[in-house]
């Protein structure tokens, strides 16, 4: 019911900046949330950051002040700026949607991009 299209991971410098995007479509109107997870090869997927419908934001701790979460409501995107960029930010970077109607909770994902930092 809701389809995730995750674009503009790849490889860059660290110190570099990338931004990601998150194209919504389906049942747009039943999403509460979103958020961007990651996962490097031998390790649990982890929470990056979530914003919900209202605009609230959170981040987690190893990528405060470097990373930003925002919307676009016009184009129903939700991208992920990324700057000064570490080498341990290297992943699969995943969109989330979490759509809650009446009593039914879900979460949709997306395909997942490649971010590499790497010199």
């Known amino acids: 019911q809701v389809q995730l299209v995750e674009s503009g991971g790849g490889l860059v410098q660290p110190g570099g900046s990338l931004r990601l995007s998150c194209a919504a479509s389906g049942s747009i109107f039943s999403i509460n949330a979103m958020g961007w997870y990651r996962q490097a090869p031998g390790k649990q997927r982890e929470l990056v950051a979530t914003i919900t419908s209202g605009g609230s934001t959170n981040y987690a701790d190893s990528v405060k002040g470097r990373f930003t979460i925002s919307r676009d409501n016009a184009k129903n995107t939700v991208y992920l700026q990324m700057n000064s960029l570490k080498p341990e930010d290297t992943a699969v970077y995943y969109c989330?949607?979490?759509?809650?109607?009446?009593?039914?909770?879900?979460?949709?994902w997306g395909q997942g991009t490649q971010v590499t930092v790497s010199s």
């Open positions: 989330n949607a979490l759509s809650i109607v009446v009593v039914t909770t879900r979460h949709y």
